[in-house]
């Protein structure tokens, strides 16, 4: 392990920021990134000298190799840690598109999905809940699986933990449907004051446990279950379907829609984690629709 090795993983140790995942692929991450500066010939003394050119060097390496936009994304991401570690933010530009990285958010298709029937049944009463979880407040697995009702219900809303959440993110999402009150008496009464994850088990093992039940039970997408509840929202703050589900895009939408459209996006954008517009296209379908088409 050479110098920037050693000092990048004291920084990633020394860090409490994320969950336990976030953490281990956060120091995965810059550990490969160490290793890809030394093979590009890059011999930093310490992690506090990282400057522009290596930046540069690293983007070229990646779109060399063929890596996908979303891939480099998250390698900057890592990037961007490090560098506001050691206050050196300012060595990398504002956004992404300054370095020639496309957009990763592009609609690729409806992936909305929802469980139910034997599907939902065949799994455990815990996994299910972890389940519907995800569908009535667009939670990821490991936040749903970490979901305590005593920490996290306030009344009107359930206030995510940092420490589930990916990029330790703090987050509300409201309760506006009897259904999801319902879920969440469903889980306080099975669950107590606990989490999802059984006692006697950590959450990787009860995760994995998971990953290998749904598979079984055919149930090959869960992120599609946030995809659900976002358009289900959609159409609960629009009054219409979203892009997505066959909706109408914004040239076909009056001066007023196209305001609850903006709207829409953004609170449906906060609530999932992301607070940026143009993620919610990967979820609702484009605002615009394609060049070229109807």
């Given at each position: ?196 994850v059984p006692e006697g088990k950590t959450f ?91």
């Open positions: 392990m050479d110098a920037l090795a050693f000092d990048l993983k004291s920084i990633t140790l020394a860090a409490g920021e994320g969950s336990y995942l976030t953490r281990a692929q956060r120091h995965r991450g810059l550990q490969l990134i160490a290793r890809e500066l030394r093979g590009l010939g890059f011999k930093l003394p310490a992690a506090s000298s990282l400057k522009p050119k290596h930046i540069e060097a690293l983007v070229a390496h990646w779109k060399t190799a063929g890596l996908s936009a979303g891939t480099i994304k998250n390698r900057m991401g890592w990037v961007r840690f490090w560098a506001g570690k050691v206050r050196k933010a300012g060595v990398l530009p504002r956004d992404n598109d300054s370095l020639g990285i496309p957009d990763r958010h592009s609609f690729k298709g409806n992936r909305a999905r929802i469980t139910v029937g034997q599907q939902l049944t065949a799994l455990p009463d815990r996994m299910q809940l972890a389940i519907r979880l995800q569908m009535a407040f667009g939670l990821r697995l490991e936040e749903s699986l970490k979901f305590r009702v005593s920490q996290a219900d306030t009344g009107d809303a359930i206030a995510l933990q940092a420490s589930w959440c990916k990029g330790g993110r703090y987050r509300e999402v409201p309760i506006t449907h009897p259904r999801q009150r319902a879920l969440l008496e469903e889980a306080r009464a099975l669950c107590g004051d606990g989490s999802l990787i093992e009860f995760r994995k446990e998971m990953e290998h039940a749904t598979w079984r039970a055919g149930i090959r997408n869960m992120h599609g279950h946030r995809h659900w509840y976002a358009q289900w929202r959609y159409q609960t703050l629009t009054g219409r379907p979203a892009p997505a589900a066959g909706g109408p895009t914004y040239e076909r939408l009056s001066r007023a829609e196209r305001a609850a459209d903006y709207r829409a996006r953004m609170t449906i954008s906060r609530e999932l984690g992301h607070n940026r517009l143009q993620i919610t296209d990967t979820y609702l379908g484009s605002r615009f629709a394609p060049k070229g088409g109807a």
